[in-house]
């Protein structure tokens, strides 16, 4: 079954505790990208990858990091989470070439004290 | 800049038919979107509509565009209790998705 799968679904972490969340997909896309949701702010793009070794900020950047180092993955690294980075956070990855066929993870809920 | 609108809620009655609005400021996007965000769970392409395309028909799902005005609407034909989530539009300029806030919808018998 193609699908893009995030782990762990639901975290709790306390501020400076480095976590990361994992993001895979089985479709060998080529992009793939970080949101952020946020009530009454809809989802906002944190990075995205065009391919394997190319990753670019998105509109929210600050406080992640991002790697990709194999296509399928594309994890996400908060080096030291903060309360403000309490959200759900979603991966997604389309083709490069296939601009409207963009398949979203089941989201990942974190909540940092 | 790159904004894209919706109202926060919509309510309306099992059977009758639901439209969703979205206003958007880029011109520039190839495809505009429709995503169904349901209770606890992801993000799932409903449709989208290509940008030199005034109108998509989806069994009951009709996409209306009018770019002149920046114009994107979703309606819902005899809507369901299934059809209770939340409502995102969003552009694409470039490589990324701009998502609206999103617009819950509730479906009361």
């Known amino acids: 079954e193609a699908q893009v799968t995030q782990n762990p679904r639901y975290l709790i972490t306390v501020t400076g505790k480095k976590l990361t969340v994992t993001c895979s997909q089985n479709m060998n896309h080529e992009y793939m990208s970080w949101y952020r949701q946020d009530p009454g702010l809809g989802l906002r793009q944190i990075y995205y990858?065009?391919?394997?070794?190319?990753?670019d900020k998105g509109d929210v950047p600050e406080g992640y990091k991002v790697s990709r180092k194999e296509k399928r993955n594309f994890p996400l690294i908060l080096e030291s989470p903060s309360p403000n980075q309490t959200s759900l956070y979603f991966c997604?990855?389309?083709?490069?070439?296939?601009?409207?066929?963009?398949?979203f993870g089941p989201g990942t809920r974190l909540l940092v004290l | 800049g790159e904004d894209v609108e919706q109202s926060l809620f919509l309510s309306v009655r099992e059977g009758d038919s639901s439209v969703i609005n979205c206003t958007y400021t880029?011109?520039?996007?190839?495809?505009l979107y429709w995503y169904k965000q349901e209770p606890g769970a992801g993000l799932q392409l409903l449709t989208y509509i290509f940008s030199n395309m005034d109108m998509k028909q989806d069994q009951r799902l009709t996409v209306l565009l009018n770019k002149k005005d920046k114009h994107l609407s979703l309606r819902i034909a005899d809507t369901q209790t299934g059809d209770s989530a939340i409502y995102f539009c969003?552009?694409?300029?470039?490589?990324?998705?701009?998502f609206g806030t999103g617009t819950r919808l509730q479906v009361f018998p």
């Open positions: 990858s065009m391919n394997v070794e190319v990753t």
């Open positions: 997604a990855s389309r083709p490069a070439d296939r601009e409207e066929t963009q398949y």
């Open positions: 880029d011109s520039s996007s190839t495809y």
């Open positions: 969003a552009e694409s300029p470039g490589d990324k998705l701009i």
